[in-house]
């Protein structure tokens, strides 16, 4: 399984500038971008109970295929990062109080899931988990 | 039922490690409250006006003995508030009114679970952990994800269905569970599953209502019911499909749930509901919905597509208990009972509390715990384990939570009957009640909840004791009434023949009542949510009303007529002003106490 890159608050700044990267609010229907030359596609969290962006990530991953990175920035919580990445987002950025042991931690939790992902799209039941 | 398999038992310890290391950097301060709420309301971890409250999940009603003693367990051991905090709770209802807060019993809900009002949240982690050891957890029985999936409680065993709806109900629990996608909705997310003519599951009334049939070809498949909901602006859902073969569901609820993900509103609380997005966008959300679908299906890989060999996997867990089938190779007649003076108790019991089952030689047993001295659906830790007991005794281990907020037990030999009746009244849970006026749904109220208005558990307490009198009872037939403390509408008084709505205005506790609700059972015909019978009315007044709209009734209704009958015939008048009638203190201005209930201003969890 791909692992979430996770970015310090203060080394966001310093990333590469010379990449093609788009900022997409939450509402913006995936569908609807152009994404010709893009390297990165920023999705935003406005509070992190706001699920929006778990939608766009799946669409851009899975229905459009976009293969460069998606990243989530916003309030980005720890505890939502294994989410991050089971619905396609490869990086985020950690906000400013947050700790990267903490963060790093969260994405161990579950040895495996149920359902497919926009990552593992087999699910459990076509994979060889449902035999036991 | 269904037996956890390694994977599943291991998934719901890594669930409670989650949940203990999410719990400990909260009470080390690195996880702030407002980040920690939804995380463990997902848990099933609400703090509620005192105490938290925990709910867990008995999926679609179905809960074996030894997860009932773990139960029993935790609420002996586990639902035990502080000192500091019992005192603060029973000094603050005393001024209320309420004379006793019970501690140390588990509460039944309508949505098939189970509750404990008195855990401190510190133990909460030890709890998850013992609960696992159990199969049991937590997991979206709160917060805005796809929440417990709930099921007719005849299940499997009704004569009236066509097809189980057990394996699909479970199937749809793996879906479910941990979606990332769907974690964060706009509000919480309710599914209903019935394969029955009649419909027990109330699916009108939720965001998704799913009825198993079959079309003209003999395909199974699902009828599909969305926007159906309570709260202030109840709604009956509307039908999305008339037939979706039974192998794409997982692909359909996908889609349906991602449009509600992206598109249901999320500026208003009160209007976040999916029910509220499929009124306002109609044939537009259908549309979205089928488009999705569509492109699920033809580009995504459909990776959800249900294999003949997954459903046969799951299903072999739903036959009929081996133990029960050995027995079936005896008697199937009830054995007349010796004692002559308790014959007509048991007979009344047989005709009220023992349905009908799929197999001629079996019964379907409800365990009433609608009976005095409790408030509705709760259970002792000694009942928890007792009723463990009956299960294994008479139901091979398997017992149900019913929407009515009792237990069920679904493998009982006709033969022991007598038996189990005997059992049950010595445990106090045999009143010959279910459908009758007093097996009333009741959620917690202001004596637990910190949403309520007002408190319901007292309500229910003085329309129990005065409706006693079992001829009386049994003169008034099937009548549904239900409480709700508050317009979050848990104890679903949009869906009573007889709905009590709690509400708060100039800090009193007020009741607003309604008539001629019905969930969608054969009883209270289609689904419709109950009208106003005019201003509301004080506490002090309420058994009244509800003894005038009964004696109303009796006075008009025709032989042979049920109570909701006479109301959809006679209309709501002669009813409103019966009720009317009996006012005191709303009549006179009079007012009683003062005592504000300090509601949360949110909505529920």
């Known amino acids: 399984m791909k692992t979430l890159e996770l970015i310090p608050a203060d080394a966001d700044a310093t990333a590469a500038t010379h990449r093609q990267v788009i900022q997409i609010a939450n509402d913006v229907d995936p569908g609807t971008l152009t994404l010709d030359g893009v390297d990165r596609i920023d999705l935003n969290f406005p509070k992190f109970t706001d699920g929006r962006a778990f939608s766009q990530a799946y669409l851009l991953r899975?229905?459009?295929?976009?293969?460069?990175?998606?990243?989530?920035t916003g309030d980005v919580l720890v505890d939502q990062l294994l989410q991050m990445q089971r619905s396609g987002f490869n990086s985020a950025v950690l906000r400013a109080d947050q700790r990267l042991c903490h963060a790093q931690r969260q994405l161990s939790h579950f040895a495996s899931f149920y359902q497919g992902d926009a990552n593992h799209p087999p699910t459990l039941f076509t994979s060889e988990g449902a035999s036991v | 039922m269904y037996q956890y398999t390694d994977f599943d038992r291991q998934f719901v310890r890594e669930r409670a490690a989650q949940y203990r290391d999410q719990l400990t950097r909260n009470l080390n301060g690195t996880l702030s409250d407002d980040e920690f709420r939804p995380l463990r309301l997902q848990n099933g971890w609400y703090v509620q006006r005192y105490a938290p409250m925990l709910r867990v999940a008995a999926p679609y009603g179905e809960i074996h003995s030894r997860q009932l003693r773990v139960l029993a367990r935790i609420a002996r051991e586990f639902d035990q508030p502080s000192a500091e905090v019992y005192a603060n709770a029973v000094t603050t209802q005393a001024k209320l009114g309420t004379k006793h807060l019970p501690v140390g019993y588990g509460h039944f809900s309508t949505r098939q679970n189970v509750q404990f009002n008195w855990i401190p949240l510190d133990k909460s982690a030890d709890v998850m952990d013992l609960l696992a050891t159990a199969d049991l957890h937590g997991i979206q029985t709160s917060g805005n994800c796809i929440r417990n999936i709930t099921c007719d409680a005849l299940a499997g065993?009704?004569?009236?269905?066509?097809?189980?709806?057990?394996?699909?109900?479970?199937?749809?629990?793996?879906?479910?569970?941990?979606?990332?996608?769907?974690?964060?909705?706009?509000?919480?997310?309710?599914?209903?599953?019935?394969?029955?003519?009649?419909?027990?599951?109330?699916?009108?009334?939720?965001?998704?209502?799913?009825h198993l049939l079959r079309n003209g070809a003999g395909e199974v498949g699902f009828k599909v019911l969305v926007g159906g909901g309570m709260g202030r602006t109840p709604t009956i859902a509307s039908t999305l499909r008339d037939f979706l073969p039974w192998h794409q569901i997982l692909n359909y609820l996908e889609a349906v749930v991602r449009v509600y993900n992206r598109f249901g509103r999320r500026d208003n609380l009160y209007k976040a509901r999916i029910k509220i997005l499929v009124k306002a966008e109609g044939q537009h959300f259908i549309d979205e919905v089928e488009n999705e679908f569509s492109k699920i299906l033809t580009h995504d890989g459909a990776a959800h597509t249900l294999p003949e060999s997954e459903l046969a996997r799951v299903a072999v867990h739903f036959q009929v208990p081996a133990s029960i089938q050995q027995a079936l190779a005896g008697v199937s007649t009830v054995t007349p009972l010796g004692s002559g003076a308790d014959q007509p108790a048991y007979q009344r019991w047989l005709a009220q509390n023992v349905r009908a089952h799929k197999h001629p030689a079996l019964r379907a047993v409800t365990l009433s715990f609608k009976r005095l001295g409790h408030a509705p659906g709760d259970a002792t830790a000694a009942q928890?384990?007792?009723?463990?007991e009956l299960a294994e005794r008479f139901s091979a281990g398997e017992a149900r939570i019913t929407h009515e907020q009792n237990v069920l037990l679904p493998w009982v030999l006709a033969r022991d009957l007598p038996t189990l009746w005997q059992q049950a009244r010595a445990?106090?849970?045999a009143q010959p009640n279910i459908g009758l006026l007093t097996d009333l749904i009741t959620c917690p109220g202001g004596d637990l909840c910190a949403l309520a208005n007002a408190r319901s558990i007292p309500l229910a307490e003085a329309i129990m004791r005065r409706y006693q009198d079992l001829d009386e009872l049994f003169d008034l037939g099937p009548v549904d009434l239900h409480i709700s403390g508050c317009m979050n509408s848990c104890g679903h008084h949009h869906t009573g023949h007889i709905g009590i709505l709690g509400v708060d205005k100039d800090?009193?506790?007020?009741?607003?009542?309604?008539?001629?609700?019905?969930?969608?059972?054969?009883?209270?015909?289609?689904?419709?949510?109950?009208?106003?019978?005019?201003p509301s009315f004080a506490a002090s007044e309420v058994t009244d009303v509800v003894e005038a709209l009964?004696?109303?009734?009796?006075?008009?209704r025709r032989p042979g007529e049920t109570y909701i009958?006479?109301?959809?015939?006679?209309?709501?008048?002669?009813?409103?002003?019966?009720?009317?009638?009996?006012r005191q203190e709303t009549r006179d201005g009079v007012n009683a106490e003062q005592v504000q209930l300090a509601s949360a201003e949110t909505v529920s969890d």
């Open chain 1, 62 to 72: 899975r229905r459009i295929g976009f293969t460069g990175d998606i990243r989530a």
């Open chain 2, 157 to 210: 065993i009704a004569p009236d269905e066509t097809i189980d709806p057990r394996p699909y109900a479970e199937i749809l629990r793996q879906w479910s569970t941990l979606h990332p996608e769907f974690a964060f909705l706009p509000r919480k997310f309710k599914i209903a599953i019935t394969g029955a003519a009649e419909d027990r599951a109330a699916t009108a009334w939720h965001d998704v209502g799913l």
């Open chain 2, 384 to 388: 928890l384990d007792a009723a463990a």
């Open chain 2, 427 to 429: 445990l106090g849970v």
């Open chain 2, 507 to 534: 800090g009193r506790e007020w009741y607003q009542i309604s008539l001629g609700g019905s969930d969608g059972s054969l009883l209270s015909g289609a689904a419709v949510p109950g009208k106003v019978i005019g």
């Open chain 2, 550 to 556: 009964l004696d109303t009734y009796r006075a008009y």
């Open chain 2, 565 to 582: 009958d006479s109301v959809r015939r006679l209309g709501l008048e002669p009813f409103r002003l019966a009720a009317h009638a009996v």
